[in-house]
């Protein structure tokens, strides 16, 4: 709503009160749609609009990239959105006084009322204005962004062709130069093994014979020590019937001894018989 249509109406009342009526401002800081200052935004515009707007900032890379878009969020946070002497509002304040003085308030105080409640008005929008940003400079945010990514697809690009292709050929060269090491550490290893295979199988086929060699020495000895315990068995034999035979010997020896022990004490028994009976027939 404009001022001028209310002041109309009661024009006696218009010079005093003309100071708390706010009109709608033509634009932010006197450009339309609120855009601000180019310079302070770091954009100089084409002639083709918004949407060709570039920026003026020298190339960033990738940590730089976030850091700047965070500065310009910040930066237009901090921006007013429109000056507080030309914020526009949403009903007639002349109309508010009018209101106030018919319901009985006089004139200074409806204006103080009125005042108040504009610096109300105007400390909420700013408070909620903080944490907002407009669609323009949304969009304007968002192009620069957009622009800096395109720039750090180039370079990556660019990186790709030269510094890349560099790194590629050194990895090509490191891969050949892998796989090179990687055949002969495997010839060395299946020749390692095949040597140790070889000298495994001779180590064995060495045991076997020195295992069967010691089988024939053990069988020769066994055949040895049979043969030793038989001579024995033999030599034992011979030695019991030599002496069965000496003691038969012996005691036939013995037994012969005993009879003529007995004939020689028979023959003396009688004979002192003898005599005695001579003796005593002589005496008789």
């Given at each position: 709503?404009d001022?001028?249509s209310?002041?109309?109406?009661r024009?006696?009342?218009q010079?005093?009160?003309?100071?708390?009526?706010?009109?709608?401002?033509?634009?932010?800081?006197?450009?339309p749609g609120?855009?601000?200052?180019?310079?302070?935004?770091g954009?100089?515009?084409?002639p083709?609009g918004?949407g060709?707007?570039?920026?003026?900032?020298?190339?960033?890379?990738?940590?730089?990239?976030?850091?700047s878009?965070?500065?310009?969020?910040?930066?237009?946070?901090?921006?007013?959105?429109?000056?507080s002497?030309n914020?526009?509002?949403?009903?007639?304040?002349?109309?508010?006084?009018?209101?106030?003085?018919?319901n009985?308030?006089?004139?200074?105080?409806?204006?103080?009322?009125?005042?108040?409640?504009?610096?109300?008005?105007?400390?909420?929008?700013?408070?909620?204005?903080?944490?907002m940003?407009?669609?323009?400079?949304?969009?304007?945010?968002?192009?620069?962004i957009?622009?800096?990514?395109?720039?750090?697809?180039?370079d990556?690009?660019?990186?790709?062709?030269?510094?890349?292709?560099?790194?590629?050929?050194e990895?090509?060269?490191?891969k050949?130069?892998?796989?090179q090491?990687?055949?002969?550490?495997?010839d060395?290893?299946?020749?390692?093994?095949?040597?140790?295979?070889?000298?495994?199988?001779?180590?064995?086929?060495?045991v076997k014979e020195?295992?069967?060699?010691?089988?024939r020495?053990?069988?020769?000895?066994?055949?040895?020590?049979?043969?030793?315990?038989?001579?024995q068995?033999?030599?034992?034999?011979q030695?019991?019937?030599?002496?069965?035979?000496?003691?038969?010997?012996?005691?036939?020896?013995?037994?012969?001894?005993?009879?003529?022990t007995?004939?020689?004490?028979?023959?003396?028994?009688?004979?002192?018989?003898?005599?005695?009976?001579?003796?005593?027939?002589l005496?008789?």
């Amino acid at each position: 709503m404009d001022g001028g249509s209310v002041a109309g109406e009661r024009p006696k009342r218009q010079s005093g009160r003309r100071r708390l009526l706010l009109l709608l401002p033509a634009g932010r800081c006197g450009s339309p749609g609120g855009l601000g200052d180019p310079a302070r935004s770091g954009l100089s515009p084409r002639p083709g609009g918004l949407g060709a707007l570039r920026p003026r900032l020298p190339f960033l890379s990738i940590p730089e990239l976030s850091l700047s878009a965070r500065c310009l969020q910040l930066e237009h946070k901090r921006t007013d959105f429109t000056a507080s002497g030309n914020r526009k509002l949403y009903f007639d304040t002349h109309a508010f006084v009018c209101l106030l003085e018919e319901n009985g308030f006089t004139t200074q105080q409806a204006e103080i009322i009125v005042s108040a409640l504009v610096k109300i008005t105007e400390a909420n929008t700013d408070i909620v204005y903080k944490d907002m940003v407009t669609k323009v400079q949304q969009e304007i945010t968002l192009q620069q962004i957009m622009s800096k990514i395109a720039n750090v697809k180039k370079d990556m690009i660019i990186l790709e062709k030269s510094e890349f292709s560099a790194l590629r050929a050194e990895n090509e060269k490191i891969k050949l130069e892998l796989h090179q090491l990687k055949q002969q550490v495997t010839d060395e290893v299946i020749k390692v093994r095949t040597d140790t295979k070889l000298d495994f199988n001779l180590e064995k086929s060495r045991v076997k014979e020195l295992y069967s060699l010691n089988e024939r020495k053990l069988l020769e000895l066994r055949t040895e020590i049979v043969e030793l315990h038989a001579q024995q068995d033999r030599a034992l034999t011979q030695t019991d019937r030599k002496i069965e035979t000496e003691v038969a010997g012996l005691k036939t020896m013995l037994e012969a001894h005993k009879l003529d022990t007995i004939k020689y004490l028979a023959g003396s028994v009688f004979t002192c018989l003898t005599v005695a009976l001579g003796f005593y027939r002589l005496w008789v």
